[in-house]
C-alpha cells in the first residue's frame, strides 16, 4: 500500500470514528462536571477553613478545566493548540496549589519550617545517641545527594529547595506553551514531531526534566512529613493527584511515539483527538476519587474560634409577660427572647470565592517573585565575582605599569647622576 492510500485510510478512520467519540466522551465529561461542580459547590458553602479550602478547591477545578479544555480540542481540532496550552498552564498552578495544601494542612509555612528543623536535629544527633563520633556538621549535611538520600537533615533548606522546585515548574510551563504558541504561528513547533528543526521536541525535554523535578520534590515533601499529615490521608491525595498530572503527560508522550513509529495512524488529527478523548474519560474517574479524596464533609463542623467569627446579628426579638410564684404569691415577670445569629467566615459563597481568587492569587504572586529572585541571584554573584576579578586585574595591571614607569625613572636617575 503507497503512502497517499495509507493516509487516506487514516482520514477515513478518524472521520468515522469522531461523532462516536465525541458522543461518547460528552457523556463522560458532563459527569465530570457535575461532580466536581457540585464537590466545589460543597466546599464554598461550607468554607470553614481558607487556608486549607482555597487549594482543595483549585485542585478539584483541575477536573473541570482538564474535561472542557478536551471535549472542545475533540470536537474542533483548530482548538487543540488553545485547550493544550490552557490546560498546560492549568496543570503547573494545580501543582503548585497541591503543595501550597500540604503545607496548610502542617499549620503554614512557619510551622513547616520548625518541623523541618526538628526532624533535621534529630537526623543529625541520631548517630551521636549511638556513640558514634564520624557525625559530620551541619554544613556538612546540606548537599545534593543528602536530598537524595536523606532530606530530613537539610532542614528548613529542604522547604526552600522544594518550594523553588513546585514554582519553577508553574513558571516554565506558562512560558513554555506561550512559546509553543508563537512557534505555532511561525509555522515552526511542529506538534508532535521529534525533528531537530521544531521546537516541539526541544520544549518537550524541558517540560520533562522540569516536571519530574517538580513531583520529585513533592514526594521528597511527603516522605518527611507523611506522619504529620496522616489524619488528611495523604496517600490517596497523592495518588489521585499525581494520576492526572503525570499519566497525561506520559499518556501524550507515548500516543505521540506509538504514531511516530506507525503502531498508530500518524495524523495530527488522530494524534490530538486520542489524547482528548483518553482525558474525558479519565476526568470522570477522577470526579469520582476526588469526591472521597477532597470531601467536604471534615469542613462542615470545622471548629472556628471566637476570634474569627463575623458579623453577629439580632433577627427577632420577642416579648412576653410571665407570672413567677414566690411563696404564696404570683409575682409578673417580662421575658425577652432574642433569635442571633453568627456569621462564620467564608459560609457565603461570593466571599469563598473572593477569598480564592484574591488571597490566592496574592499567594501565587508572591512566591513567582521570590522564586524569580532565587533564579537570579546566583547569576547575579557570578556577575558580581566576574566584575570583581576584572577589576583586580586592571588594578593589578594599573600597579604593574606604575612600578615599571618608577623603575625606569630610577634607571634614567643613576645614569645621569654616572654622567655628571
Not at 489524547?275 to 474519560?281: A, G, V
Not at 533564579?375 to 558580581?384: L, Q, S, Y
Request: charged share 20%; net charge negative; with cysteine.
Amino acid at each position: 500500500m503507497d503512502y497517499s492510500a495509507y493516509l487516506f485510510m487514516n482520514g477515513d478512520i478518524y472521520r468515522d470514528l469522531h461523532l462516536p467519540a465525541l458522543i461518547f466522551a460528552g457523556c463522560f465529561v458532563s459527569v465530570a462536571l457535575v461532580l466536581s461542580l457540585l464537590l466545589t459547590f460543597q466546599h464554598l458553602r461550607s468554607y470553614t477553613n481558607p487556608p486549607e479550602q482555597k487549594w482543595i478547591v483549585a485542585v478539584i477545578f483541575m477536573v473541570p478545566v482538564y474535561a472542557t479544555e478536551s471535549i472542545l480540542s475533540l470536537w474542533n481540532a483548530k482548538l487543540s493548540l488553545a485547550c493544550d496550552i490552557l490546560r498546560n498552564c492549568y496543570e503547573a498552578f494545580a501543582l503548585y496549589a497541591f503543595g501550597s495544601y500540604l503545607i496548610a494542612c502542617l499549620g503554614g509555612e512557619l510551622e513547616v519550617l520548625n518541623l523541618l528543623e526538628d526532624e533535621a536535629d534529630k537526623q543529625i544527633n541520631e548517630p551521636l545517641l549511638e556513640g558514634r563520633k564520624d557525625n559530620p556538621a551541619p554544613s556538612e549535611q546540606k548537599t545534593f545527594r543528602n536530598f537524595i538520600l536523606r532530606p530530613c537533615v537539610l532542614g528548613k533548606d529542604l522547604f526552600a529547595i522544594i518550594k523553588f522546585g513546585l514554582v519553577q515548574y508553574m513558571i516554565l510551563k506558562t512560558l513554555c506553551a506561550l512559546l509553543a504558541f508563537v512557534l505555532e504561528l511561525c509555522g515552526v513547533y511542529g506538534d508532535g514531531e521529534f525533528k531537530w528543526y521544531y521546537g516541539y521536541p526541544y520544549i518537550t525535554i524541558i517540560l520533562n526534566f522540569s516536571q519530574m523535578w517538580a513531583l520529585y520534590c513533592l514526594v521528597q515533601f511527603y516522605n518527611v512529613t507523611h506522619r504529620k499529615l496522616e489524619p488528611i490521608k495523604p496517600l490517596a491525595k497523592f495518588i489521585s493527584f499525581k494520576a492526572i498530572v503525570f499519566a497525561t503527560w506520559w499518556q501524550g508522550v507515548g500516543i505521540v511515539l506509538l504514531c511516530t513509529f506507525r503502531v498508530l495512524p500518524k495524523e495530527g488529527k488522530f494524534q490530538t483527538g486520542l489524547q482528548d478523548f483518553m482525558i474525558c474519560i479519565e476526568m470522570a474517574i477522577a470526579a469520582i476519587a476526588h469526591i472521597f479524596v477532597f470531601s467536604a464533609k471534615p469542613y462542615r463542623h470545622y471548629f472556628v474560634p471566637a476570634s474569627h467569627y463575623g458579623e453577629v446579628t439580632t433577627h427577632q426579638e420577642t416579648k412576653a409577660m410571665v407570672n413567677i410564684e414566690e411563696g404564696d404569691k404570683d409575682k409578673p415577670a417580662l421575658l425577652e427572647k432574642k433569635e442571633t445569629e453568627v456569621k462564620a467566615p467564608g459560609t457565603n459563597i461570593k466571599e469563598s470565592v473572593q477569598d480564592i481568587v484574591v488571597g490566592g492569587g496574592q499567594k501565587v504572586v508572591k512566591d513567582v517573585v521570590l522564586t524569580i529572585n532565587q533564579a537570579i541571584e546566583p547569576v547575579h554573584e557570578g556577575m558580581t565575582k566576574i566584575q570583581e576579578t576584572f577589576h583586580q586585574i586592571s588594578v593589578s595591571d594599573e600597579t604593574k605599569d606604575e612600578t615599571e614607569v618608577k623603575v625606569e625613572e630610577h634607571e634614567q636617575n643613576i645614569t645621569t647622576e654616572h654622567e655628571v
